[in-house]
């Protein structure tokens, strides 16, 4: 199990069957806490989870072998949008797998606004890093989107929980709104995917 530190590192303890430690390991840091913070919402992989910063970049750590191991960061913005476009929300990015999909809640917004929905909704390759789409949540008369899930099967299905407590649910392949359920709970922090 891996634990990421105030520093930048992960720390990660082996136990045994039982539960005892067996031997632990710190990393070398893979973020700048003070220039760049990470948000500690893992988004699960096939081998580990993606990292996202305040401003954007995305961290990817494999967790599948004896000690994470870190690809080469890269951006959500460009250089024209970062520090102006940014993530938010409490959940705040879902993958798809077999797709390699990574969809993210993004604002306009400065420094403190991590905690901000998103107004819209971008879609990523992982395998490629490039953005694939901007789903603008205003067209649909939804309020910011504070945490997202996409179902894993061949047609998927992106699910979009707002800060009004409504859940929008759309096709996860072209962005295509399929409907809104008003009021599911009332304050919708997490959804899960078995």
């Known amino acids: 199990m891996s634990s990421i530190c105030e520093s930048g590192r992960l720390l990660t303890v082996t136990l045994d069957a039982q539960g005892h430690e067996l031997a632990r390991a710190m990393s070398e840091p893979f973020f700048d806490a003070d220039q760049d913070p990470l948000f500690v919402q893992g988004i699960p992989t096939t081998r580990g989870d993606v990292f996202l910063t305040f401003l954007g ?3 990817e750590v494999d967790f ?3 000690q994470p191991t870190f690809s080469a960061p890269w951006s959500l913005v460009s250089a024209a949008e970062k520090g102006h476009w940014r993530p938010g929300g409490n959940q705040l990015g879902a993958i ?3 797709l390699g999909r990574l969809y993210v809640p993004m604002h306009e917004g400065g420094e403190g ?3 901000d929905g998103g107004t819209e909704i971008w879609v990523y390759d992982l395998g490629s890093h490039r953005r ?3 789903w603008p ?4 008369g939804l309020s910011r989107v504070t945490s997202v899930q996409v179902s894993q099967d061949p047609a998927p299905i992106l699910f979009a929980a707002t800060e009004t407590s409504d859940l929008a649910v759309f096709d996860a392949l072209t962005g295509r709104l399929r409907h809104i359920t008003k009021h599911v709970a009332q304050t919708p922090w ?4 078995p």
């Open 132 to 134: 694939l789409a901007r």
């Open 137 to 140: 949540l205003k067209v649909h």
């Open 57 to 59: 970049e995305v961290h």
């Open 190 to 193: 997490m959804l899960l995917n």
């Open 96 to 98: 798809h797998r077999e």
């Open 113 to 115: 606004t991590h905690k």
């Open 64 to 66: 599948s072998g004896a």
